[in-house]
């Protein structure tokens, strides 16, 4: 079973990073593998990663303003 999640970020101040902590609940708890893609970002600097130890987010935008549109996804391997 996959599971995506889509998710917009922005910058508007000074500080070029940004941790979104996981609720470590449900499919996207800590110990989760998953992938982040930017979707969209005029001009392709986002960076976003995973943190599989948390099932945090950790996004940075090196210019302000900017924006970005991430995709997560992980997939669950069924069970026998």
């Given at each position: 079973?996959?599971?995506?999640?889509?998710?917009?970020?922005?910058?508007?101040?000074?500080?070029?990073g940004r941790?979104?902590?996981?609720?470590g609940?449900?499919?996207?708890?800590?110990?989760?593998?998953?992938?982040?893609?930017?979707?969209?970002?005029?001009?392709?600097?986002?960076v976003?990663?995973?943190?599989l130890?948390?099932?945090?987010?950790?996004?940075?935008?090196?210019?302000?303003?900017s924006a970005?549109?991430?995709?997560?996804?992980?997939?669950?391997?069924?069970?026998?």
């Amino acid at each position: 079973m996959t599971h995506e999640l889509n998710s917009g970020v922005r910058r508007r101040g000074c500080r070029p990073g940004r941790s979104v902590p996981g609720n470590g609940q449900g499919t996207w708890s800590a110990g989760s593998e998953a992938s982040v893609q930017v979707r969209y970002s005029a001009a392709r600097q986002a960076v976003a990663v995973w943190n599989l130890d948390t099932a945090g987010l950790a996004v940075a935008l090196p210019t302000a303003p900017s924006a970005a549109l991430l995709r997560i996804t992980r997939t669950e391997t069924d069970a026998p």
